[in-house]
C-alpha cells in the first residue's frame, strides 16, 4: 500500500515490550466485535421465533455500534488505516453495476 493512497492518521507511538499494549488490547477487542457481529448476523438469518429474534437484533446492533466505536478509537490514534479508492476503478465499477440495474425485477418501483 503506497503511502500516497493510504488514509490513516499519525500513529500514536506506544512502547515496544512483550506485554500487551493498549493498541494490542482494542485490536483484540476489535476483532471480538467483528466476529460476534458475524456470528449474530448468522443468528438473525436463522431465528424463526420474532420475540427471540427482537433479542438477538438488539444485541446485534449493539455489538455493531461497539464495533464501530473500536474502529473510531484506533483510526483516531492511527493504529488502523486503509487505501483511498482509485477514482478510475470506482467509476468503471460503477458503471458496470449501473450497467446491471435494467436487469431488476419490477423496474425500481416499490414492491407492496
Not at 512483550?18 to 476489535?30: K, S, V
Not at 458475524?38 to 464495533?67: G, K, M, P, R
Not at 467509476?91 to 425500481?108: A, I, L, V
Request: aromatic share 14%; net charge negative.
Amino acid at each position: 500500500m503506497s503511502q500516497q493512497n493510504k488514509i490513516q492518521n499519525p500513529a500514536v507511538q506506544l512502547q515496544k515490550t512483550p506485554d500487551m499494549n493498549d493498541r494490542d488490547f482494542i485490536n483484540d477487542m476489535l476483532a471480538t466485535e467483528k466476529y460476534m457481529t458475524w456470528a449474530y448476523s448468522t443468528a438473525l438469518n436463522e431465528t424463526s421465533y420474532s420475540d427471540l429474534y427482537q433479542d438477538v437484533l438488539a444485541i446485534f446492533t449493539e455489538t455493531q455500534n461497539c464495533q464501530r466505536e473500536l474502529f473510531e478509537v484506533m483510526f483516531k490514534k492511527g493504529w488502523y488505516g486503509f487505501e483511498a479508492a482509485d477514482q478510475q476503478k470506482l467509476q468503471q465499477s460503477h458503471q458496470q453495476f449501473q450497467g446491471y440495474s435494467n436487469q431488476f425485477p419490477y423496474n425500481n418501483q416499490q414492491i407492496q
